[in-house]
Structure formats: C-alpha cells, structure tokens
C-alpha cells in the first residue's frame, strides 16, 4: 500500500511584499523597557548590523520590494521598523510610543510616510503600530495589555472600517502582539496560548481552529515573531518546532539569526513594517 501522505499538504501561494526597513547602525541597549533588554550585558553593534543585512537580503532574494529609512543616533530601537505605524490601503496610521525613550520615532516615521505619498494619520491614542496590530485576511488582529491601549483599537476601526478583534497579552515577555502571533496567511496564524487571557483564547480558537500552536521553547527565541509572503516565512533560525509544523503544512519556513537584536527584546517581524497600498 502507498502513502500519498503529501496529497493532504495544501498549496500555498506567495504574493510580493513592499515592506519598510531600518538599518540598525544606531542599534544598542542603553533602557530596559522589556524584559529582554538588560543594558548591563554588552551589544555589539556591526554584528546587528550584519545580522539584519542578512534578512534584508533574504527579503531581495523573495522579490520583496524593500524600502528603507534613515536611522537616527540617538533612537536604537528604531530598528525595530514595525513599530512605525501601520499602512493599510496607502493610509499609515503614526505611532505614539508607551515610553518617552522611543517616542520621537513617531514623528519620524510619520515624516517618511508623509515623503512617500501616503496619507498619514496622526493618532490620537497611544499604539506600537505594527507590533500590535496584525492583519489577517480583511481583519485586525489588536493588542493590548502592553503598550497599545485600547482605544487605539476603535480609532483603527474607524479610519480603516474592518473588524477589529482586541487581544489581552498576559505575558512581559511577549509585550507585543507579533511576539505571541505569526500571521501565515489571510486565513491561517500560529500562536502562544500562555501569551493571552481567557477571553482572548476563546476569540482566538473559534476564529483559527486550525492555528498552530507554538512551543514555549519556540517563543522564547520569538520564534513568532516571523514574516510570511503567504508561502516563504522567514523566522527565527533556532524556532525548530515551528520550522517543521510550518513544513508539514505546506511552507516554506526560511531560518535567519537575529540574535544581536534579540537583546532588545525584537526579532525578524520587529524588523518588519509591510506597507499595503
Ligand atoms: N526594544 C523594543 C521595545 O521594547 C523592541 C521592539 C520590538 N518590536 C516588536 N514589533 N515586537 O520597544
């Protein structure tokens, strides 16, 4: 008897991306504003560098459309590009950062969204951008518990008109939304159930019941926090788990080590801000 064992892996298909990136020259951990960052523990600034080099050319080597921004001195968590904003249908909703230590980002983010033609919103409620907000499909996947506050829940909601889902992180440690969710596709996620309340998890399954649920070893590398064209997900090289079920479903997972910016508490998706026109 044969096994077509491969019959039941779905076909997944990928579509370019245009994303923004930010150069880590500035990069170093100097706050501790999660609990990854110890500035006691030394950085070592060209080895970022070269690190984020590589997952820039991995993005080049998928056909994505990289756009880049200028660091600034001063701003080493401007790296950490997805917490720029949040761009859907040209309109970039700004940041306003939880801690004094990043908020002039905002304004400079905007400042570039502004300069590349699209229609910038200034917001009215503190929100990390991309680092809280996820899209899935026609639908935003928000968190909050961290940084993000609520009401930036219902302000996205009404410049955008989708459905907004509120997510509550539990965690420190997975103080971002993007740290306890990877978005695979328009209809599928992976995810930390130890990241969430109750109420969250309830939302969570009945939405994804087919999500895959991430190990605890596999988060604490932010094995989550990866970036997927819908076929090719780039990820934390050390996330094994993740690797093979991401395999056994039909992806293609591409392993990068980031972990210089591992220090600041960001991996490949913080790197990450896509921009959707
Ligand atoms: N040091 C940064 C911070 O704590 C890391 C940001 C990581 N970004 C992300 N999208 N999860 O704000």
């Known amino acids: 008897m044969t096994i077509t064992e491969s019959s039941a892996v779905p076909v997944r298909t990928a579509t370019k991306r245009t994303v923004l990136m930010c150069r880590p020259e500035f990069f170093t951990v100097v706050y501790r504003i999660n609990p990854w960052m110890d500035p006691a523990l030394p950085t070592d600034t060209a080895l970022a560098v070269r690190q984020w080099e590589t997952l820039y050319q991995t993005y080049l080597d998928l056909g994505f459309d990289v756009k880049l921004i200028d660091p600034i001195d001063g701003l080493p968590d401007m790296v950490y590009a997805a917490n720029g904003g949040f761009v859907i249908d040209n309109i970039a909703y700004g940041a306003s950062f939880t801690h004094e230590q990043r908020q002039p980002e905002g304004p400079a983010y905007m400042d570039w969204f502004r300069e590349n033609g699209f229609d910038v919103r200034d917001p009215q409620n ?30 996205i909601a009404g410049i955008y008109g989708r459905e907004v889902v509120t997510l509550n992180l539990v965690n420190p440690s997975f103080y971002h939304l993007d740290t306890a969710i990877a978005v695979l596709d328009d209809t599928n996620i992976a995810y930390l159930e130890s990241a969430f309340d109750e109420a969250s998890l309830v939302k969570l399954r009945e939405l994804f019941p087919d999500a895959i ?53 960001g991996g490949v998706k913080c790197c990450t801000l896509e921009l959707r026109s």
Not at 140 to 148: D, E, H, K, Q, V
Not at 248 to 255: F, K, L, Q, S, T
């Open 213 to 265: 649920l991430a190990t605890e070893e596999d988060a604490a590398v932010l094995g989550l926090n990866s970036y997927s064209d819908g076929y090719n997900i780039v990820i934390a090289s050390r996330a094994k788990d993740f690797e093979r079920q991401l395999r056994e479903r039909g992806y293609n997972p591409i392993g990068v080590d980031l972990s210089e910016l591992l220090l600041g508490g």
């Open 126 to 155: 503190i929100n990390e951008g991309e680092g809280d907000f996820l899209l899935v499909g026609g639908r935003i996947l928000a968190g909050t518990g961290f940084r993000s506050a609520s009401n930036s829940h219902e302000e």
